[in-house]
């Protein structure tokens, strides 16, 4: 069975619910799924086939506290991420202008500086519009994984 690991940053616990809630998409779709919440370089350079990223922003586009050793330690060492392929779920509330999924933005832009590929589109969710973040993030992993042809036979 492929791997998938859902990489969560949260500050308050809201891209944690998201990434149990979309979990049993993936195991639906054939994969076995680990949520890593206090993520670790070897989380995207050793054994996933896939990884996603649930990340909320805190502050003025800051990465959450939990998610700030695993940034620092991607810009410290610069592993080749050439094999990561990944999807992305930004969270944030566009009251805060520029800085609306600053995090989600900012870690887009360092994978694919060390060279992981983005399948599809990122997905920003803003708090201003939705409540409940689950009910944005759940059809479009349905449709990501459809789009992607992640399903296994």
């Not at 149990?20 to 195991?27: A, G, M, N, S, T």
């Not at 805190?58 to 999807?87: C, E």
Request: proline share 5%; glycine share 10%; charged share 25%.
């Amino acid at each position: 069975m492929p791997t998938l690991t859902i990489v969560v940053g949260t500050m308050y616990g809201g891209a944690l619910d998201v990434a149990e809630q979309v979990k049993p998409l993936f195991e639906q779709a054939g994969y076995t799924v680990e949520i890593s919440e206090q993520p670790t370089v070897e989380d995207v350079t050793q054994g996933s086939d896939l990884s996603l990223f649930c990340v909320s922003t805190t502050g003025s586009g800051d990465f959450p506290g939990n998610f700030v050793p695993f940034v620092r330690s991607l810009k410290d060492q610069s592993p080749s991420l050439t094999k990561l392929r990944y999807g992305l779920i930004a969270l944030g509330d566009s009251s805060y202008g520029d800085t609306f999924c600053g995090a989600g933005r900012a870690l887009d832009e360092l994978l694919q500086d060390l060279g992981a590929r983005r399948l599809g589109e990122r997905l920003e969710i803003d708090a201003m519009e939705t409540f409940m973040a689950d009910d944005a993030a759940l059809p479009w992993v349905e449709e990501w994984i459809d789009d992607q042809q992640l399903k296994v036979a």
